[in-house]
């Protein structure tokens, strides 16, 4: 019997594994140069504010998306639990609960992108 690997949205996961030889970065100011740095102060209002005066916004992804959160699940708590309604209910605020989760990861992976970038030592 196979055995399907989706999580709570429904949606299948892969995983890969893959060598590639490690590479350095070119310097930001090129050779013979002082290295470019900078420093990373994480907090609550700003999400992290650097040493250059930048300050990167804390964009909240839950509080935009609670209203429609709290819709579902109260539409969740009206179905008839383990019935095939509950069952496509649940899915829906799976679906919810992901895209705040992929929100906020792929703010998260832009900012450390970009950071790494224009930044030789952090």
């Known amino acids: 019997m196979r055995e399907r690997r989706l999580n709570a949205a429904g949606q299948y996961h892969v995983c890969f594994v893959c060598t590639e030889e490690a590479h350095l970065l070119p310097r930001i100011n090129g050779e013979g140069v002082d290295l470019e740095f900078v420093r990373v102060d994480l907090g609550i209002e700003s999400l992290a504010v650097?040493?250059?005066?930048?300050?990167?916004?804390?964009?909240?992804?839950?509080?935009?998306?609670?209203?429609?959160?709290?819709?579902?699940?109260?539409?969740?708590?009206?179905?008839?639990?383990?019935?095939?309604?509950?069952?496509?209910?649940?899915?829906?605020?799976?679906?919810?609960?992901?895209?705040?989760?992929?929100?906020?990861?792929?703010?998260?992976?832009?900012?450390?992108?970009?950071?790494?970038?224009?930044?030789?030592?952090i």
């Open 50 to 121: 650097l040493s250059t005066g930048e300050k990167a916004g804390n964009p909240r992804w839950f509080e935009s998306e609670q209203e429609r959160l709290r819709r579902e699940q109260q539409k969740l708590s009206r179905k008839e639990k383990g019935s095939n309604n509950w069952e496509r209910q649940r899915k829906r605020v799976a679906k919810v609960h992901q895209r705040i989760q992929d929100r906020r990861k792929d703010f998260i992976e832009k900012l450390t992108t970009r950071l790494v970038e224009n930044f030789d030592v």
